[in-house]
Structure formats: C-alpha cells, structure tokens
C-alpha cells in the first residue's frame, strides 16, 4: 500500500511536467508568429498587385484590343520554317552568284594577261598601305596614290572608295617578282565586276580576290590601317593563306598525320623550329579534317597522349590542345627511327580509309625533322603506297646534313607530294603553304568544279545597324578557288587564288523576324558538322581586336550539343547526351526537314537564373549550301500568335500622328522598313527611319514591297537596283500600328490632367490626391508591345538626369522584346497570370559595394494576353519602376503590424527576426539591410538556403557551361611572370654583349640573324622571341592563351613596331614609323576556355501554394543546442516569397554561389563523343595526270653557323684596314 501511495502523487507530475514540455514546445514553435506571416505576405502581395494593376490599366489594354478585329491562331511550325529557309537560301544564292561572277571574270582575265610580267610595279596601283600618305613637307610621299575615301556604315563604318579595289599584302611579300606585279595587274580588271555586284545586291559586304602570291585585292578600296582610326592599335596585314576561307575553299578535306623528330639530330633551336613548322600546319586544317601528331627518335608515339591510336577532327579545341602538348614537349634524344614512323602513319591511315573513318578524301603524311633514320623507307612505300599513291607525303628538313635533304626530297618527290628546307622562322609560313598548293592540284586539274565553301563564324567588323554597339558582328565567308587555265611549258597545276565576299550573319538573322516565332522563341543555323553558325547562346571567345588591328578571322566552331541544354541529361557528364537532341542534330546536319520536343534549361542574366521549359524543335535544310535552319518555339504560349493589323488606308489619322515625342522607340535590329542600300542612308536612329517610310505610306501610289529581289541563275542577267528600292514588312508595321493605337486611345480616353498626357500620369495624379497608393514611388512605367515598340512615361521630378553615369531605362532596353524581364513576364504567366515578376540588379557582394547615391530601383513586369476563341497568346509587357525604399518602408510598416484583434510579440521591426523577401531565383528583393538588396540569398546565409532547398521550396539546377571563359595561369599580368633560371643572367650579358656588337660591327646584326636557328643555347620558350616578326599574339594562340578585353579599352602591353624585311608603310608621313601607345595591361585578362558549371535555384511554386505558410527549424547547428526556426509564405500575385527567421540562436551560417565555376578536370583521356558529321559534297583528291607534274620541291644550300658569323667579322675588319 505504501509503494501503492507512494506512486499515486507521481503520476500527475508526470503528465504535468509532459504537458509542460508540450506547452514549450509550442511556445519555441511560436517564436515566429506563422500566422502573421501568412497575414503580412498577403497584404504585402495584395497592395502590390492592386496598385499595378490599376497603374498599368493593364485590363483597359485587353480590352481595347478586342475593341478591333484580332484573332489568335496556332502556329504551323513546318510551314513557317519552310518558309523562312527558303528565304536564307535565296540571300545566300545572291552571294554564291556574285562570287561565281568574281571567279569567271578572274580566270579569264589570267589567261588573257598571260605569264609575262605586267605593269603591276609599285605606285602602278592603289596600295592600301600608300594611300593619301604624304611626306614631312605635306606632299604626296613617293609611291603614294591620292584616292578619295568616305565613311561607311555599310563596310565596318570605314572610310572606303566604292569606285575601285585597293591592294593588301602581308610586310615580308616581294611586290618585285613577277608573278606578283603580273597578278595585281591582271586582277585591277575586275573592280568593275565588283562595282556591278555591289549594284545588284546592296547587302553585299567586301568583295576580294586573294592571291595565292600573297597579296588580297580588297573592295571597296580602303586604306590600311584605316584613316578614321578603325583600330588604334592596327598592325601589319595578315597572311590569309592559311585562314579557313582560303584552304578550305583551295582544297578538298585531308587525314593528316604530322611524323616530328625529336631525335639526336636536332638541336634545341632545330626544335623549335621544327615545332613552329608544326604549328604553321596545324593552321591550316579545319573542321573538314583529321590529324594526330606523331613524335620519333627510338620508339613512335602519338604527341598527345588522349590522342592514342585515332585520328582528332580538327576543331579549334583539339588544335589548342595539340598547340598547348607541342610547345610543353621537351626534346627525348635518342635514334631517329623514321621507318617506324611511317609505319605507325601509314597504319592508321590505312585503317582510317578501310573502315570509313575521317574525311575519306585526302590522305597526307608530313614528315618534320632532319632526316634521319630514313633506311628502309622504299620499302615502307612499296608496301603501303606504291604504285597508286593514296598518301602524299610532305617533308620539311629543319637541320640534318645534305645528304638527308637528298632522302627526304625523293621521299616527297616518289609520293606525290612537296620538300621544302626550312633555315629560319621567317620562311615557315610561306614554305608551309606549298601543302596546300599541292593538294590544290587534283581541283585544279579537272578545271570543271569549282567547290563553293562557307567559314564557320567569327567576329568582324562593325555592324550597319543604326544600334551599333562597335564590338563586331559575327561573319561568315562564302568563297570559291580560281585556277590557272595558261598552258605552260612544262605540265603545272597551279592555284591562282581564291575569290569571295564576307557575310554578316545579322543579315540572315534579319530574313527570321523574331515576331514570327514570338516571345521566347529563337532560330539558329547548324552546318554539316553540327556547329552553329549563329544562336542566341553562342558567345564567340574572341572578340574582333585580332580582326581589327589585321583583319585575320578567329573562328569560333561551337557544337549544338553545347548550346542546347537538356533538363534531363546527366549533369556529371556533358557526354551523355540524350538520344531526342542527338537525333535532332542528326536531321539537322543530313538536311532533313522535321520537328521535335525536348525539355531544356533556359538561363538568363549571364547564367545567373535558369528556367526549364518544353520546346518545339521545327528544321528544314537550306538546300544549295551545308546548313540547315530550326525555328524553336515554347510548348504551349508559343505555338499561339496574336493577328491584330490597322491597314493604314484605313486609320482614322494619319498613322504618323502615333509616333509623336520622345519617349517611345522600336526595336532597332528588327526590319520595318529599309532601302535596299544602307551606304546613301543617313538616318540616325531606327525611329527616324520608322517615321520616314511612315510618312511616305501616305503618298499616292505606294507600295509595301513586301518581297525581297529573288535570285536569278548565275548566267541571266541581273537587273541592278534602283537606288531607292525599299523592303518594308508589311505585318510588322501594321501591327506595330495598331500596338501604337491601342497606348495613344487609352492617352485619348484618359484626359488631360497630367502633366504629361499620359494615362498612367493621369491615373498616379488621381490616386495622390485621393490619398491611396501613396506609399509606393514609381519612377517610369511602361509598355512593351509584340511589334517591337517601347513606350514609357516618367515622374516629372524623378526625369532623365544628364549628369547621371547610368544610361536611361530606354537606352539599355530598346530591344525590350529581347529583355530578360520581358520573357521572363511571359513565361511566369503560365504559373500565376495574375501577378508581376520582381527584380532588382544584382550585386556580387564579394566586394564592399555600396550604393550609389541614387536609390536603387525595383522592376515589376506583367504579361497582357490577348484570348480569342479560346486560346490565348502574349500582346505585350507593361511594367514599373519603384524606389526600393518605399517598397521597404511599406515592407516594414506591414510586417511591423498585427492582424486586428491579436497581439504579436514578434515582428520585422524588432531585433527577434530578420525578415526577407526572395524572388523565384533566391535573390534578395527586400532586406532590413539595404546592402543586402540584388545578392543571392546563399551568400548572406546558405544554411538557410541549404534547408530551402531541401525543404523543396527551391530546386537546386546545375547548369554545365561548354563555352566557358577561366584565367589562364600563364598570363604574364597574373604575377607569375617569366622563369628565372641559374643561367638567365649570363643570357641577359650575351644578349647586351651582341648588342654592343650590332653597334660598332652593323654586318654582325645580319650575321647573328641568320645563324641564330643553328645556336646551341638553351632558352626556355617563353623567353624566345619569334625571328619572323609574330608578335605575342601567335604565340599565345599557338599556346592555347587567348586574350578577351574586359571593359572594351585594350590589352597587355606590347611592342608594335615593325621591323619586316619587305616594304612597311610610312605612318602618314616621310619619317620612320612611330610605336602605337602602350595598352592598359591592367584592363585586361588572359583567358583559356573551360567548361564550367553553376548551381542555380528556381522556385517550387506549387510547394508554397497552400492555406499555411511552411515552417522549418535549424538543429543542432550551435554548440548551445539552440534551435533556429524559419517560416516560409509565398507572396500572392508575384514571383517572390516572404522569409521570417528567428534570430536568437546564432547559427553559423555557410555561403552558397551561384557565380560558375570551372567544372573538375575531365578523366584522363576519356575519349570524345563520337559526333555524327556529314563530309563535303565533292572531294578532288587524284588525277591520272598529276604523275606528270615535275615541280616536288626546292632545296636550299645551308651555310655553316660559324661561317655566317665569321665571314661579315673579316670583311669589316679588311675594310677597315
């Protein structure tokens, strides 16, 4: 009984102390009032909606355009892109048949000419580098020719002559030989050809005849460098013989397999002169080809080791890692063992041919070194090549004795192929090009096909667009081989040059109206190798300095595997590729006409959001050249367009009464109305030219010419166009009118009472003086519409300040249709139609950043559909501008309230809880700490963020970036600069010691120049200085470095001047060339690309849409054992949610980043995917008659180094004697 008694007390305190603990449990539950949470989410969100609803009369938009006839019909995805392709096939046919004309006119006016030199002697033509050069004493300087050149905005925005062609040729091209003056001679005849092409198409960009001597006869005739200052830092023309446009087009593609020496036989400055004849080769390949480098002394082995026992497509990233292992590799010493090496070649080669592998066209071997170790190669050929001779063989002596010059020139000589000795830097480049000239041969033989190639793309010149930013245009080059038809002594072959012209790729891009495939959809084009010729994700890694300052293309071969990323691929791998974009690329690359869907992620500001969504995939070929078009269009919205047209004879008004005042522009790369030719125009700005044509649909007898010229055959005459000859989109601009209807009716129906006769001015005055919505600041609001046209109106006292350094809201955002806020609008539509997408600028954070003394700005954008029938689809955008500080103080005013009738211990105001407001990406809208506004919540606190995200309020998206841009370590700006070895200062001594000499012996300097390739010293490769005069430039590319201009204002440091063997041109005067100004290396960075990668995060929208906003709670995250809870609530009518946590418990918080990052190293050697190509249409590679071609190779004599130095010694010392 008593242990009975005993325990009878206890069980009440039992339950007491669990109902205790139950009771604080729900008070640490209720340390964040959830209930208000929700409350203050709603109200916020509510206010919000109400207000931009009524300031934007969103619903009076709507509905005005049904006051009209407007229907929504479904897209027909085929059909368009049919249409559309025809249209690029059409402008493409114009440029095929004008450099068609170039190339007939060119190899009937050789054979005219015939092969005695002509009166193409210096001064005898216009000399791009002698034009309007004059003398110290102001007359015209000897050589020079006075040609009148005027800007153009059609031709990069330089100052050209449209009347003739003028000449360009690299510094070191002898303008005395023969064949060269007999050339540019000859070739003068067709500048009237140039001129009639220019007249029958206006979109014609540079027309060029590029010899194969050296020399491009460019038109129209400019000066180089330019007179208005195109490039401040222009340097010498570039040798375009090895550029794609000239090789591709001069021969058929080859397997190619380089056989480098790096034997005993050669000495450390053989090396590497040997490995910039390596390089040199490497230069002319493209994509059309396939080669692997071998190196041999004792044993064979691939030069790269990934490379092992295959045959590399020759794409720039396989170029830049070949280049990057060449000039790392170190000389192994040892027996040359050259049979073996032929062997190893010819095997592969072999199994190449066999199993349908490479280009199956050309095969070549070129064989790099001294010659040694060359017994037994007779019967290497009679094994594997004799008598038919599948491969050329190329050789290239670099050191070695006579008697292996002797081996290795019949090596070439019994194979169909070239010998060349290579003594010193400055021959490479010329001496390479006889590869090319050969293969040219079977081409120019059958005299009958003349293959038509097109480039990939890279960056040009400056665009004609009235938005030109002068950061250069992608291009592509269309061009044609020419050969010689002379009968000459002996039987030649020879390739006279190459003919063709330049296309900006925004002219295609112009012939795919971005409003026929609407908000979020896009087109681009892929070639037969699956690389995108244009696509809005294609970021070149170059920019157009290179081309600037020498008019040399870097090209840019980026496939659609790497532009199109699929939701559901592998994120580890960018290999695993799913079968629906592979079949898509398939289609693509066979020209076949089709369609498809696949799911994709979309990223947005420079890849720091992201968004998935379902596409449709249209695609037809654009027959007659190797590319094929898509037209892409969004699941859903975008298969829908709206119809609403105002024929302009019948408006009401004279339709240019809708385009009054400043405050509206359109989008200036889209085509309205233009004249065929852009050079006569002097329009400033896209809306002048609108207004223009505008006003002129008003006269009698106009006509929209709304069909562009067709192209006719190659030999039916071509009319020329009339100088006023127009194009006008005849949708475009009567939609763009009734666009502009709509905001002028509501202007109409709204009154008078604003200052600014605008109804949302209006609306703003009436809601201020009845006291509501008082709390909310807007600075501007606008609206965007489908056609392109932006309008907006401002706040009289928050007006446009001149002395602001930010560009106007209208200046930054003309391509409004464009806008990330734009399609961002459109896309949230589908989750939540009624509501607005925030966002504010976003801040790195990783910096002490403070704000600018003008308060930071919040946009807010809202989609307006239209619905007819039962479908709907996007009319246009309309937004404001809000300060984000009365955003904040209304924030605050509504989380520092309770709800009617309870008492809250906790809000916003107090120090208890830190309170957010987060868009649908993680990026904080509103904070208590205004700093915090634009940075990603992560960073401020990724413990949180990390239990979002588990939570599912946000999912984590891995974006893989293939076009990524890292910091290359070898950038001499990064701090490590150059080595410093045991030996660098006695080098140092030696070189001013030959200094010295150079001054009081002059013969030595040319003595030292030529025995320098034969020189024993060791000299790391960073410290060699190229002997023909490439600058670093080359070197770095050769390295795999390239260099991308951070702010647009120059790049590393370095010396300019020339010094070339053949004629320089004066700098504008009779002195010596003064030395362009040093560039800003600290405004620059070296770069290498990478794949990268980024963790973005988006919204889980239907995880919030419940009744009770989500609570959360961080354990054991303080050594206190205190718990840190969090409540979650979506914000009604917005992309943004509400984010309360406790702040009691000091939880140690780590940071999360969405900034990419280099993505880990690949597995060593983990093979490429095998990518389907489709191989060129015709392959010239043998004629029967080639065998009795005799021209095989030259020789030179090659002096003792210490007789080269010896001799000049003695002469100046007889001499002065």
Not at 271 to 282: D, E, I, N, Y
Not at 292 to 298: E, L, M, P, T, V
Not at 323 to 334: D, M, P, R, V, Y
Not at 859 to 880: I, N, Y
Request: charged share 25%.
């Amino acid at each position: 009984m008593v242990l009975m008694g005993s325990m009878c007390p206890r069980r009440p305190l039992g339950l007491l102390l669990a109902l205790l603990a139950a009771a604080a449990l729900a008070n640490q539950l209720e340390d964040i009032p959830h209930n208000e949470v929700k409350n203050w989410a709603l109200k916020f969100g509510v206010d919000l909606w109400e207000f931009g609803r009524h300031f934007t009369k969103m619903n009076q938009i709507q509905n005005k355009y049904h006051e009209y006839n407007v229907d929504v019909v479904r897209k027909d995805g085929l059909l368009l892109v049919r249409e559309l392709a025809a249209e690029v096939k059409n402008h493409m046919d114009f440029k095929i048949n004008a450099v068609m004309r170039i190339m007939d006119s060119a190899e009937a006016a050789a054979l005219s000419a015939g092969s005695g030199a002509s009166d193409g002697a210096p001064g005898s033509y216009y000399d791009a580098r002698w034009l309007n050069v004059h003398a110290d004493d102001g007359t015209l300087a000897a050589r020079a020719r006075r040609l009148s050149l005027t800007p153009s905005r059609h031709f990069d925005h330089i100052a050209v002559n449209s009347s003739y062609s003028a000449v360009l040729m690299p510094p070191y091209i002898n303008t005395d030989d023969g064949e060269v003056q007999n050339q540019i001679a000859w070739s003068e005849h067709l500048d009237p050809l140039f001129v009639n092409n220019y007249e029958i198409d206006p979109t014609l960009s540079w027309q060029y005849y590029a010899s194969s001597t050296g020399f491009m006869r460019r038109y129209p005739a400019m000066s180089w460098p330019p007179e208005d200052g195109y490039s401040h830092h222009a340097r010498d023309f570039y040798d375009f013989r090895s550029s794609n446009w000239f090789v591709e087009a001069a021969t058929s593609p080859k397997d190619l397999v380089i056989l480098l020496d790096d034997s005993d036989d050669l000495s450390s400055s053989y090396w590497r002169l040997a490995k910039s004849t390596v390089s040199a080769l490497l230069d002319t390949l493209g994509p059309n080809d396939f080669v692997n480098i071998y190196r041999y002394s004792d044993t064979v082995s691939e030069l790269h080791t990934c490379y092992t026992k295959v045959l590399a497509q020759a794409i720039p990233e396989t170029i830049r890692e070949l280049k990057t292992t060449l000039w790392n590799a170190e000389l192994s010493g040892g027996v040359a063992n050259l049979t073996g090496a032929l062997t190893s070649a010819f095997e592969i080669l072999h199994r190449y041919n066999r199993t349908g592998q490479g280009c199956q066209c050309n095969q070549a071997i070129a064989v790099i070194g001294a010659g040694g170790g060359a017994a037994g190669v007779k019967g290497v050929f009679r094994t594997w090549n004799w008598p038919h001779m599948p491969v050329r063989i190329f050789t290239y002596r670099v050191g070695g004795d006579a008697a292996a010059g002797h081996t290795m020139k019949d090596m070439a000589c019994t194979n169909k192929g070239f010998y060349v000795t290579i003594n010193e830097h400055s021959e490479i480049k010329s001496k390479v090009l006889h590869f090319v000239e050969v293969l040219a041969r079977p081409l120019v033989m059958y005299q009958t096909v003349h293959p038509v190639h097109w480039s990939p793309a890279y960056v040009g010149g400056r665009s004609s667009s009235l938005a030109d930013d002068g950061m250069g245009q992608l291009m592509s080059s269309v061009t044609v081989p020419i050969f010689d038809r002379r009968n000459h002594t002996q039987r030649e072959a020879n390739l006279l040059g190459v003919v063709g012209t330049d296309v900006p790729i925004d002219q295609l891009k112009k012939l795919v109206p971005p409003y026929k495939l609407g908000v979020n959809g896009y087109s681009f084009m892929v070639d037969n190798n699956g690389h995108v010729l244009y696509h809005p994700d294609l970021r070149p890694l170059h920019t157009n300095e290179e081309y600037t300052e020498t008019l040399r293309p870097l090209y840019s071969s980026v496939d659609l595997t790497d532009v199109e990323l699929l939701v559901d691929s592998d994120e580890n791998s960018r290999v695993n590729l799913t079968s629906l974009l592979l079949d898509l690329r398939h289609d693509m690359i066979e020209q076949r006409e089709g369609e498809t869907e696949i799911a994709v992620k979309v990223q947005y500001d420079n890849m720091r959001r992201v968004a998935t969504r379902r596409q449709r995939y249209f695609y037809s070929p654009v027959d007659g050249t190797p590319f094929s078009l898509a037209a892409v269009l969004p699941d859903g919205y975008g298969m829908y367009e709206l119809q609403a047209e105002q024929e302009v004879k019948h408006s009401p008004i004279n339709v240019t009464e809708y385009f009054k005042g400043e405050n509206w522009k359109v989008h200036p790369d889209w085509v309205y109305c233009e004249y065929a030719s852009t050079s006569d125009q002097s329009f400033n700005s896209a809306e002048e030219q609108l207004v223009h044509f505008l006003s002129r649909t008003g006269r009698p007898g106009w006509k929209w010419m709304s069909l562009r010229p067709r192209a006719l055959t190659l030999h039916n005459a071509h009319k020329k166009q009339d100088r006023d000859s127009y194009y006008c989109d005849k949708t475009l601009v009567q939609s763009l009118i009734r666009d502009a209807m709509v905001i002028k009716e509501l202007d109409a129906h709204t009154g008078h009472a604003s200052h600014h006769n605008h109804p949302i001015a209006t609306l703003m005055a009436l809601l201020t003086r009845q006291g509501r919505f008082h709390k909310f600041v807007v600075t501007l609001s606008f609206i965007a519409t489908r056609s392109g046209l932006l309008k907006w109106t401002e706040n009289t006292n928050t007006s446009r300040s001149t002395d602001s350094a930010e560009s106007h809201f209208s200046e930054r955002y003309a391509r409004a249709f464009d806008s990330e806020w734009y399609r961002r609008a459109v896309e949230h539509h589908a989750i939540e139609p009624e509501s607005f997408v925030f966002s504010v600028p976003f801040r790195d954070g990783s910096e002490a950043e403070e704000l600018s003394g003008r308060p930071p700005l919040v946009l807010a954008t809202h989609a307006v559909f239209v619905e007819s029938r039962g479908h709907r689809a996007p009319a246009a955008v309309v937004g404001l501008h809000f300060q984000l500080d009365s955003l904040a103080k209304h924030f605050l005013n509504v989380t520092s309230a309770c709800t009617v009738g309870t008492v809250c211990k906790k809000t916003c105001a107090g120090d208890e809880l830190d309170c957010y407001i987060l868009d649908d990406n993680g990026f904080i809208i509103l904070s208590e700490d205004a700093s915090q506004t634009g940075r990603f919540f992560g960073q401020v606190d990724g413990t949180i963020m990390d239990s979002l995200v588990q939570d599912r309020i946000y999912k984590k998206v891995v974006v893989h970036d293939h076009q990524g841009r890292c910091p290359d370590s070898r950038n001499p700006f990064s701090g490590d600069g150059h080595k410093l070895t045991p030996l660098k200062p006695l080098s140092w001594l030696g070189s001013y010691l030959t200094s010295l000499l150079a001054v009081w012996f002059p013969l030595w300097e040319t003595a030292r120049a030529r025995a320098r390739p034969y020189a024993e010293e060791e000299v790391d490769y960073e410290d060699y200085e190229n002997e023909d005069g490439e600058n670093d430039d080359d070197l770095d590319r050769d390295r795999g470095t390239y260099e991308i201009i951070i702010d647009g204002l120059g790049e590393t440091s370095r010396d300019n001047g020339r010094s070339h063997t053949g004629p320089s041109p004066p700098p504008g005067g009779g002195g010596g060339a003064m030395p362009p100004p040093p560039r800003e290396a600290a405004r620059s960075a070296a770069v290498r690309p990478c794949d990268t990668s980024a963790e973005l995060f988006t919204l889980q929208s239907s995880r919030l849409n419940t009744a009770q906003p989500l609570k959360g709670k961080l354990t054991n995250c303080h050594n206190s054992g205190c718990e840190r809870p969090f409540s979650v609530q979506k914000i009604p009518h917005s992309n943004l949610i509400l984010l309360v946590v406790d702040t009691l418990c000091p939880c140690g918080a780590k940071r999360l980043d969405v900034r990419p990052r280099e993505a880990g190293a690949r597995a060593a050697c983990r093979p490429a995917p095998a990518r389907h190509r489709r191989r060129a249409a015709h392959c010239g590679s043998y004629h029967p008659e080639e065998i009795e071609i005799q021209s095989c190779g030259r020789g030179e004599r090659m002096v003792p180094a210490i007789t080269s130095l010896i001799v000049p010694l003695v002469l100046r010392l007889v001499i002065s004697t």
